[in-house]
Antibody, heavy 117, light 110 residues
Framework: QVQLQESGPGLVKPSETLSLSCTAS????????WDWIRQPPGKGLEWIGY???????NYNPSLKSRVTISVDTSKTQLSLTLSSVTAADTAKYYC????????????WGQGTLVTVS | QSVLTQPPSVSGAPGQRVTISCSGT?????????VHWYRQLPGTAPKLLIF??NRPSGVPDRFSGSKSGTSGSLAITGLQAEDEADYYC???????????FGGGTKLTVL
């Protein structure tokens, strides 16, 4: 049973950097492809970026200058950093797993709410 | 403003059939990329409902997906009260080289 769990501070000050982690139980982070998705309160889903199992990353052009997705050195956690945050970055942040390049997001974490204030 | 366009809301009576449309462009759905559908209950994470024309294990065959031209569609037959949720479509966009989502559709069972 794949379980994903996001973690990180629930409150970040404007202009600071948001840092989140995603832990996957039941399998190695490096065996799959991963995405970060966010959802502002009461709004729809926005793709942030992905990291493939080979380490390749790609980001939403609207966020590209501020976002980094990586895997920690122990290869047990996926990380997301978003710099220079504003109130517009307030959202629930989800990590999600998929198998292949165009595969759907098969497993999602429960999400973690980050408020910028 | 979402890249894929969905109606904000749809509704139907129990037992009826409803469809939710997802309109894209020639850089996503029209380019041949699959449309995936997710269902989100209040306060929970989205859950995969349809991928392309397929259903994950455990999803009833009341749910089906289709695609034509630059649009995709989710059909739900035999509507049940438990189907009330938000539904999102997703596809790949070759211009953005990443995922795009629809704005979501709230389904109300009357």
């Amino acid at each position: 049973q794949v379980q994903l769990q996001e973690s990180g501070p629930g409150l970040v000050k404007p202009s600071e950097t948001l840092s989140l982690s995603c832990t996957a139980s039941g399998d190695s982070i490096t065996n799959y492809n991963w995405d970060w998705i966010r959802q502002p309160p009461g709004k729809g889903l926005e793709w942030i970026g992905y990291m493939y199992s080979n380490g390749k990353t790609n980001y939403n052009p609207s966020l590209k200058s501020r976002v980094t997705i990586s895997v920690d050195t122990s290869k047990t956690q996926l990380s997301l950093t978003l710099s220079s945050v504003t109130a517009a970055d307030t959202a629930k942040y989800y990590c999600a797993r998929r198998r292949g390049w165009l595969s759907p997001l098969e497993y999602w974490g429960q999400g973690t709410l980050v408020t910028v204030s | 403003q979402s890249v894929l366009t969905q109606p904000p809301s749809v509704s139907g009576a129990p037992g009826q059939r409803v469809t939710i449309s997802c309109s894209g462009t020639n850089s996503n759905i029209g380019a041949g990329y699959d449309v995936h559908w997710y269902r989100q209950l209040p306060g929970t994470a989205p859950k995969l409902l349809i991928f392309g024309n397929n259903r994950p294990s455990g999803v009833p065959d009341r749910f089906s997906g289709s695609k034509s031209g630059t649009s995709g569609s989710l059909a739900i037959t035999g509507l049940q009260a438990e189907d009330e949720a938000d539904y999102y479509c997703q596809s790949y966009d070759s211009t953005l080289t990443g995922w795009v989502f629809g704005g979501g559709t709230k389904l109300t069972v009357l």
